[in-house]
């Protein structure tokens, strides 16, 4: 079993930055993708970015392209999510995912396995 941990939420102003990081305790042959989606109320939970661990182009959805920056050690196991010019539309409940996928699922949270519990952005006007 895989285990995610999530670090970084947090409140900050519109303009402002955060960096999420996630912990996996282990990559696995059941890994070869690390993604971040966000849930806000009343919303279906979206796909922001995502990475494949060993190569090709990292995803982002269109609303944060250009803000948000996806990168990895692998030698620590860790995914960051480095969010710049944050809005207060990016408010949210964030989550890591690992999972084997194909690049093109890589937005559909139906496609990864293993899930942290989350950390919560607020970006304030």
């Known amino acids: 079993q895989v285990q995610l941990v999530e670090s970084g939420g947090g409140s900050v102003q519109a303009g402002g930055s955060l960096r999420l990081s996630c912990a996996a305790s282990?990559?696995?042959?059941?890994?070869?993708?690390m993604g971040w989606f966000r849930q806000a109320p009343g919303k279906e939970r979206e796909g922001v970015a995502a990475?494949?661990?060993?190569?090709?182009?990292?995803y982002y959805t269109d609303s944060v392209k250009g803000r948000f920056t996806i990168s990895q050690d692998n030698a620590k196991n860790t995914v960051y999510l480095q969010m710049n010019s944050l809005k207060p539309e990016d408010t949210a409940m964030y989550y890591c995912?690992?999972?084997?996928?194909?690049?093109?699922?890589?937005?559909?949270?139906?496609?990864?396995?293993?899930w942290g519990q989350g950390t919560q952005v607020t970006v304030s006007s």
């Open positions: 990475i494949h661990l060993y190569g090709s182009s990292p």
């Open positions: 995912a690992a999972g084997a996928l194909l690049t093109g699922a890589a937005p559909n949270p139906q496609a990864y396995r293993y």
């Open positions: 282990k990559y696995t042959s059941s890994i070869n993708h």
